[in-house]
C-alpha cells in the first residue's frame, strides 16, 4: 500500500536509526545543535527518501542488499561524498548492493535517494537493449544530460511536497502507479544516457582498506586504538590510512576515532541518568583521561559541557 511519512530530528542516533539504506552509524563532526528533516515516500515498487541535515557528518552504512540503490543531490552545498567520490549536483550515484560504504558531509546538505528490487532494474536494462542496471561492484558517478537530471530532481521534489502537504495523493493506488511510472522513467533517462564516471582502482583498494580499518574499529568499540598497532593489524602503512582515511572521511585517522569516541561519550551522557553515572564515569569508559582536555573537546564539538548533557531532561 503506497504510503509516505515526513519527519523531523534532533537526535542524530534517531535520526541514522530511521534511514531506510542500510545499518547506519552517524558520527557528527562539527560544533551545533543537531538538526535533520526525513521524508519517506513508498510507491508500489519504488521506494524513495529525501534527506536534510545541517552539520557536517561522517556515516558508516552497511548496505541491506536486495534492492539497486540511487542517490544525488537535491541542491548545490558543501562538500558531499560516497566512498571518497565527491557528489556534484550534475550527478546520480549507483550504490553498491550490500556494501559498507562512507558518506561524509561537511556542513549542511539535502540530498536523496531512490530504490527499486534489483530483479526489476534488470528488466529495465534488458528491456533498454542490454544495459546493465544491476548494482555495480563498486559505486559509480553518472552525470547525465542536464534535461534529464532537471526532470528526476524535479519530480523527486514535487514528491516530497506532496508527501508534506497532500500524503492522501500518495496513498491512492493509481495515483501512486502513476507518479511512480513518471519517477521510473526519469531515473532510466538518466542511467541510459548518462556518462559515467572513470572506475578507478585506486579508489576499490581504498575502500577495501577502510572496511578493514572499519572492522578494527567496531570489535574495539571502547578501546583507545593507537595508529601503529592499528596498521600492523589491517597490514597497511601509516601513510596509506592516513591517505585513505583524508579521502573518505576528510580527517586523520587519528582524529577520526577521537571524535567517534566523543560521540560515543555523548551518547552515553544522554541516555545517562546523573544519579546512576558521572562525567568522569563515562569519560573514563571510552578512554578520555584528561578531564579536562575531555571537557574542552566536549564542548568545542557540541557547543555544551559533558555535565550539561548528563543532566538535560530526557525527552
Not at 563532526?29 to 552539520?55: C, P, V
Not at 553498491?96 to 534488470?122: C, N, T
Not at 578520555?288 to 575531555?294: A, K, L, S
Request: one cysteine or more.
Amino acid at each position: 500500500m503506497p504510503s509516505s511519512v515526513v519527519r523531523t530530528f534532533s537526535n542524530p542516533d534517531e535520526y541514522a536509526a530511521s534511514m531506510r539504506q542500510g545499518t547506519v552509524e552517524m558520527t557528527i563532526t562539527e560544533r551545533g545543535r543537531f538538526s535533520a528533516k526525513l521524508t519517506q515516500i513508498d510507491l508500489h515498487r519504488l521506494w524513495m527518501q529525501r534527506f536534510e541535515q545541517n552539520l557536517s557528518q561522517i556515516s558508516q552504512i552497511d548496505g541491506w542488499g536486495r534492492r539497486a540503490i540511487f542517490a544525488f543531490r537535491t541542491e548545490p552545498g558543501p562538500d558531499l561524498s560516497w566512498s571518497g567520490i565527491a557528489s556534484q549536483p550534475t550527478d546520480i550515484f549507483r550504490l553498491s548492493e550490500g556494501q559498507s560504504y562512507h558518506k561524509r558531509s561537511s556542513g549542511a546538505v539535502g540530498f536523496a535517494g531512490m530504490s527499486l528490487p534489483i530483479e526489476e532494474m534488470a528488466a529495465l536494462g534488458a528491456a533498454l537493449g542490454g544495459s546493465d542496471l544491476t548494482p555495480p561492484k563498486d559505486p559509480l558517478a553518472i552525470t547525465p544530460p542536464s534535461r534529464a537530471m532537471a526532470k528526476l530532481q524535479r519530480l523527486h521534489a514535487a514528491a516530497g511536497r506532496m508527501a508534506e502537504d497532500a500524503p492522501e495523493i500518495i496513498a491512492h493506488p493509481e495515483a501512486a502507479r502513476g507518479f511512480e511510472q513518471a519517477l521510473i522513467e526519469a531515473l532510466v533517462d538518466c542511467l541510459a544516457e548518462g556518462i559515467t564516471g572513470e572506475n578507478r582502482s585506486a579508489l576499490r583498494h581504498h575502500a577495501l582498506i577502510m572496511r578493514r580499518f572499519r572492522r578494527e574499529v567496531e570489535e574495539n568499540p571502547d578501546q583507545v586504538l593507537y595508529i601503529p598497532e592499528l596498521c600492523k593489524v589491517i597490514a597497511v602503512s601509516e601513510r596509506t590510512l592516513r591517505i585513505c582515511c583524508q579521502e573518505q572521511l576528510g580527517m586523520s585517522p587519528k582524529r577520526y576515532l577521537m571524535v567517534r569516541r566523543m560521540n560515543l561519550a555523548r551518547h552515553a551522557l544522554r541516555d545517562s541518568s546523573p544519579e546512576m553515572a558521572t562525567v568522569t564515569d563515562i569519560a573514563t569508559r571510552y578512554g578520555f583521561w584528561q578531564f579536562g582536555r575531555f571537557a574542552g573537546e566536549y564542548k568545542s564539538l557540541f557547543g555544551e559541557a559533558p555535565s550539561a548533557t548528563l543532566h538535560r531532561p530526557r525527552d
